[in-house]
């Protein structure tokens, strides 16, 4: 069974300063996925990453992936309060198949 | 370009009423997976529906239903509602499921109830 596991799973963190969120899965995947979501809305997709050493940034987010170590990191680069919401990292088997996604990280962004 | 809607945006249902949810997907998109979110928790698939079959179903009971429609818009039928039952259903779409296919784009979600 495919199991997807975040930490940390809260983040308080002041405006400006960096920190990374770990998503760790437990067998072979075709890709990785993150999301955003915000309280009481659905799901805002943020990076797709398809091959090992697949690196994508936007904005003050930049995910990277290690499919030999089955992990993937999402790295916050000086933040800002509207980066507050929670992240999800989520994995399938085979593109375009079932996802299945950790538990979440949310992120909170104090002034 | 519409994206993925679904209606209806809240619903309150009793134990033991059936409910039906509907989706529809982004143009383009002819696959239709399933998901609920428990408040605090990351979404869990239910089932997967493509050419009108479903594909994958995740660890959901046979209360548990669906449908696709020729114009691959889907419907989640729900019996004999637990309190547990209580979620955001959400639906997400993408363009077939063979190798190679785009990311999964998810709609707004249901708001379920149940008292």
Not at chain 1, 31 to 45: A, F, H, I, M, T
Not at chain 2, 85 to 94: F, H, K, Q, V, W
């Amino acid at each position: 069974e495919l199991k997807v596991e975040q930490n940390p799973l809260f983040l308080s963190m002041q405006e400006g300063k960096n920190y990374t969120i770990y998503c760790n899965y437990s067998t072979t995947s075709d890709r990785l996925y993150w999301y955003r979501q915000d309280p009481g809305k659905s799901l805002e997709s943020l990076f797709v990453l398809l091959s090992n050493g697949a690196v994508k940034q936007e904005g003050r987010l930049m995910a990277s992936l290690d499919t030999k170590a089955r992990l993937s990191t999402l790295h916050i680069t000086a933040a800002v309060h509207d980066l507050s919401a929670t992240y999800f990292c989520a994995v399938d088997r085979t593109s375009g198949s079932r996802l299945t996604f950790g538990e979440g990280t949310q992120l909170t962004v104090n002034p | 370009d519409a994206g993925v809607t679904q209606s209806p945006t809240h619903l309150i249902k009793t134990r033991g009423q059936q409910v039906t949810l509907r989706c529809s997907p982004k143009s383009g998109h002819d696959t239709v997976s399933w998901y609920q979110q428990a408040l605090g928790q990351g979404p869990q698939f239910i089932f997967q529906y493509y050419e009108e079959e479903e594909r994958q179903r995740g660890n959901f009971p046979d209360r548990f239903s669906g449908h696709q429609f020729p114009n691959y818009s889907s419907e989640l039928n729900v019996n004999a509602l637990l309190l547990g039952d209580s979620a955001l259903y959400l639906c997400a779409s993408s363009r077939g499921i063979r190798r190679g296919q785009e990311t999964q784009y998810f709609g707004p979600g249901t708001r379920l109830l149940v008292l």
